[in-house]
């Protein structure tokens, strides 16, 4: 029997703000519950299925469980972590973290590019929350 050498844990981590409340930061969390949400992230070259868990809440603050998929039947995980909404304690945006690591399935070639990826991955996250916001502000603008 051949033993493999263990694989080392990359760390991952990525931070951007968004213009939203935590109110709609949970909204889209809930809504994205039991349908995993399909995103292109150019920095993986491939497509990719992004689960969460069902966020846990504070005052200013949203905690929630991340895995990104790799978008294929039975598609092994390639990230794993932490996203974090933290809102501004006067102003109206928020600030999102991930924190997390590479998952083993992630090919060698891939590794380097993770950092990359969370990033690609926030920006996605931010546009798919701030998406509606910005549909709600266009429909209750004066005409």
């Known amino acids: 029997m051949q033993v493999l050498p263990p694989m080392p844990v990359a760390r ?4 951007t703000s ?3 409340d935590l109110d709609e930061v949970c909204r889209w969390l809930i809504e994205c519950q039991g349908t995993p949400v399909h995103l292109d992230l150019p920095a993986l070259g491939q497509g990719t299925r992004l689960r969460l868990e ?6 200013r603050a949203v905690l929630c469980a991340l895995w990104l998929l790799e978008d294929v039947e039975g598609g092994a995980c390639l990230l794993a972590g932490q996203l974090r ?6 102003g109206s945006h928020i600030r999102l973290s ?6 083993t399935a992630m090919r060698s070639d891939l590794l380097r590019q993770a950092d990359h990826a969370a990033r690609q991955l926030l ?3 931010v546009e798919l929350i701030e998406r509606p916001v910005a549909r709600a502000r266009l429909s209750a603008a004066p005409i």
């Open 85 to 90: 909404f933290i809102a501004h304690p006067t």
């Open 12 to 15: 991952v981590s990525a931070e």
């Open 123 to 125: 920006q996605m996250i």
């Open 18 to 20: 968004a213009s939203a």
């Open 98 to 103: 991930f924190t997390g690591r590479i998952a």
């Open 54 to 59: 069902l966020p846990l809440t504070a005052p």
